[in-house]
């Protein structure tokens, strides 16, 4: 095989053995790049569902020891309110590892999907896709430095 040259525009040099070591450098940065991805939707994730900047209904609710407590909705759009904790803390994400990396985002709560889709009496509330798409530039940004800094 023949030595592959890659002339940095700062002026630095690597030399690699063969094509098929950029290719495992590469997968490595990509696993990389998606797994700090990840971590930044969760960031953003977190940030959206504890904003106190929601437009919903206001609700008064009691607590366990009777006390009257105001809570503000999310409106249609808006990534859903922080009540209990339980939907914020059940994000996940998992980088496979496989042949082809694959980065799967979700949530475990049993009610995430009448939230992000919505029902027919309750308009949508996407928390994950409002964080990805916040989220894209720095998902762009991973992938470019993750993979750059690998090869």
Known sequence: MANIEIVNPAGGRRFFKSAGNI???TH??????????GKDIQGEFNKQVLA???TGRIYIRRNKAGARRRHRASA???TPANITGFYRK??????NQGVTPQLTIGN???????????TSRMKARPGLLNSINSS???IIRNLTTDILSEI
């Open 23 to 25: 290719q495992a450098r």
């Open 28 to 37: 490595f940065g990509i696993e990389k790049a998606f797994w700090q991805s």
């Open 52 to 54: 106190k900047n929601k």
């Open 76 to 78: 249609p759009g808006e």
């Open 90 to 95: 059940s994000f996940g994400f998992v980088v």
């Open 108 to 118: 475990s709560a049993e009610y995430a999907g009448f939230l992000e889709l919505g």
């Open 136 to 138: 894209q530039r720095d």
